[in-house]
């Protein structure tokens, strides 16, 4: 196991608690709603939902769509429909894809709409869990469906404390919760990416260790864009020689003319989770049941 998985290993008592009250409220809604990080549509899902949810029609948001590869998205949505989600893409920030979204609210609630109406029962407006791992941008997608801001947003994770419903102009009330993360990340990768998009605080993993591990994935499946964003006539081929090379492009330096490699370090991450050197997404679809 190496040491970016061993360090990543939390699971602090407020998410423990989160996951006893999704799982309890989940009787109380029709439809769940899952937001993703569309960079990482894999990594970000919540294997503990899969024995939480039942036969509730599921809906995938794949958000931040547009800082992921569009083409790795259009194989993502592919994949998860043919596994029976309701998938969409979705830049909440934007406002990208929030229409569909409330269509594909309205045509997911359908059959408990039929339901109740064979029951002689009146139509009522829909109740959706919305959940989702720390930052991918769930309170964001809560305030693109309500006329006035219902959620705190943030680009910290955690920045939900505790659960709330909210009304919406669309016949939909929310039931909004904490991010929350699991016990133990599957793999490695797992860890890595989770760390990569900000998901996970920066202060309890080796920040270093892993902006080496994203600047050696950049290094070896997308040079032309390292390239193009630090005016780097040839890529070095070790991320510590990287982070040279860009620390002197950006004067990172110290007295002496020493660069600054944490700060270096600190930049390419920076820059690589605000979109700045392209669009990218960090897992194929084909590799989903890996």
Known sequence: MSKIHQQIQWYPGHMVKAKRAIEAELRLVDILIEVLDARAPKSSRNPDLEKMVGEKPHILLLNKADLADEVSTKAWLKRYRSDG????????????????LEALIKQSSMPMQKRLAARGRAMRDVRAMIVGIPNCGKSTVINALTPRAAAVTGNKPGVTKGRQWVKTAIGLDLLDTPGILWPRFADYQTAFHLAVIGSISDTVFPFHQVASELAAWLIANAPLA?????????????????????????????????????????????????????????????????
């Open 85 to 100: 989600y309701w998938p969409l893409k979705t830049n909440a920030a934007g406002k990208l894809g929030i229409k569909e």
């Open 226 to 290: 390292l390239s193009q964003r630090y005016g780097l006539k040839e890529i070095e081929t070790e991320p510590q020689a990287l982070f040279e090379a860009i620390g002197r492009r950006r004067g990172l330096l110290s007295a002496g003319g020493v660069v600054r490699v944490d700060d270096a370090a600190v930049l390419l991450m920076r820059e690589f989770r605000g979109g700045m050197l392209g669009r990218f997404t960090l897992e194929k679809a084909d590799d989903a049941n890996e």
